[in-house]
C-alpha cells in the first residue's frame, strides 16, 4: 500500500550509527527503512500524569467519514498501571507519534494482558504506511509427502506474506522501535533466534538473545526483508517475542468476535524444542504433521503437571 509517508524523511529518520561495513549491516538498514514508516512511538497518560513510553506498529488503514482510521499493534505494557500490574490504569490517554513526528491522539480498543497485546485506533488525514506479516515456521517436517489443508481466508485485513518463514537457533533478527523524544528516530537492535524457554505464562513466547531498550516494548521483531515476524516485549537479559502466527490469530478472532479469546481444548500443546521432556512418546497423529502425542509425563519432567 503506497501513502505520502515513504520518501526521504523516512530516511532521515534512521540512526546515524549503523555501520555499513558487511552486506549484513545493508541488509538491516535497508529492512529497518522498509519497515520504520509503519513504526510509532506511543506514550500513556493517567490524567495528567506521564506513565509509559512503547512502540507500536500501523497494520490497519481505512477510509472512514473523510479520514484515514489507522490500527496500531503495540504492547500492553501501554496501558498498566505499573509495568507488571495486571490492572489498568484509570483515566488513560494515549498519544501517538507519527513517522513523520506529527502527535495524534490514539484511543484503545482491545487488550489482552496473557499475551500482553493491545490494539490502539488512530485518525489522521494521510494514509498510513501499513506493515506487512510474515508468519513463522519453527517445526521439523515429519513426513514431507503429506498434504496440508488449504488455510482459510483471514477476515482481518492486514498484509500476510508468502510462505510460512522457517526459523532457526542462530537465525538473526532485528527488532525495530521509535524513541519517544527528539528528534524521533527509528530504533535498531539485532539478535539471534534461541530455542531457549522464556519461563513466562505465555508460553508461546519467542525467545531473542540480545536487548532493547524500554521505549522499543512493542515494536516489530522484523527479518531482512523488512517483514514483522512477532511483537517485542522487554526482560533484562532477553527478548521475548509473541510470533506471528499468535498475532494473527488473536486479529481474526476480534476482527470477528469483537474480542479476544483463548479457546480451552482440555489440552496443553508445547513446543518440543524447549521442553524438556521425560516420558513415552507415542506415534505421530494420523493425518497429521508435526505432531505427538504424549502417552505418559513422569514427575520428574518439567511438563509435569498434578
Partial sequence: MKSSTE???SQSSLPQKVS???ERDVQMRRAAFHASASVVSITSYSGEEQ???VSGTVIQSKFVDNVFKGTVLTSA???RDDPGANTIMKDLKIRVRLWNRSLVHGSLLTFDLHYNVAIIEIQVHDELRVTN???LDDSYDLDDNMNLPEKKKRSFEFDVYGKPQKISAGDTVFILGRFHKQPFHTLISSGEFSLHPCYYDCKELFKINGKIKKCGIGGPVVNLRGEVLG???CNEYFI?????NVICRLLDYYESKGQFRHPWIGMEVLNLHHSNLDGEWVEVFRGRRKSIVIEKVYA???CFVK
Fill in 300 to 302: 520428574c519432567s518439567f
Fill in 20 to 22: 555499513l561495513k558487511s
Fill in 240 to 244: 521475548p517475542f509473541l510470533p506471528s
Fill in 77 to 79: 505494557t501501554l496501558i
Fill in 133 to 135: 506479516f510474515r508468519l
Fill in 7 to 9: 520518501g526521504s524523511s
Fill in 51 to 53: 506513565k509509559h513510553h
Fill in 231 to 233: 511483537l517485542a516485549h
